[in-house]
């Protein structure tokens, strides 16, 4: 009777021993599944919307960089016809009625107006793309220190959570212990 009883007491210690066992390998697929929730996050996320920023910005430097030279090359050609062109009144002939020089003259006037004007629109996009560029450096630092704090938060969160299951873990284990040294002790 009193065996009976023993191996009653034995395999209800070795039950929760089981028990206790499914628990830690529960709170370590428990602690695995947020880790990989960790690797999911939003941090993974804002990596990825700084890397999208800074190829953004990377292009639009490409570009300012390709208006500004366009902006040299029409500057240079600007002097180069202006140089080429002496002042129109003294250059038109008044050969007969003086018309096709008149209007060739009026026509380069009308050039060079229109590529002063293309140069100032120029010039007004790359200061705008200048400051796109300055707000995309202040929009990837600040998503840079966001990234930093949230990355911090979910280091201590998932600490936090570990030592919790730890301690859950420890507290069973410690139990069927003394259930397992209480029953066998007798014996």
Do not use: F
């Not at 007491?9 to 628990?23: K, P």
């Not at 040299?72 to 007969?96: C, D, F, M, S």
């Amino acid at each position: 009777m009193l065996r009976h009883q023993h191996r009653q007491e034995l395999d209800a210690t070795r039950a929760e021993a089981n028990r206790a066992r499914q628990e830690a390998l529960a709170a370590r697929e428990e602690a695995e599944a947020a880790r990989e929730a960790a690797d999911n996050s939003p941090s993974s996320v804002l990596k990825a919307l700084v890397e999208r920023l800074k190829r953004d910005l990377a292009d639009k430097e490409k570009r300012s960089k390709a208006m500004a030279r366009a902006i040299a090359e029409l500057k240079r050609e600007l002097l180069e016809q202006a140089a080429a062109v002496p002042p129109q009144e003294e250059k038109i002939e008044r050969t007969g009625t003086g018309r096709p020089e008149a209007e060739t003259a009026a026509s380069l006037r009308r050039r060079v107006e229109d590529l002063n004007a293309r140069n100032s629109k120029l010039q007004k996009q790359v200061r705008a793309l200048q400051e796109g560029e300055s707000s995309y450096y202040r929009q990837v630092k600040a998503l840079k220190e966001e990234l930093s704090q949230k990355g911090v938060m979910l280091v201590r969160t998932n600490e936090g959570g570990l030592q919790q299951q730890r301690g859950r873990i420890r507290v069973a284990s410690g139990s069927l212990i003394e259930q397992v040294s209480s029953c066998v002790g007798p014996l």
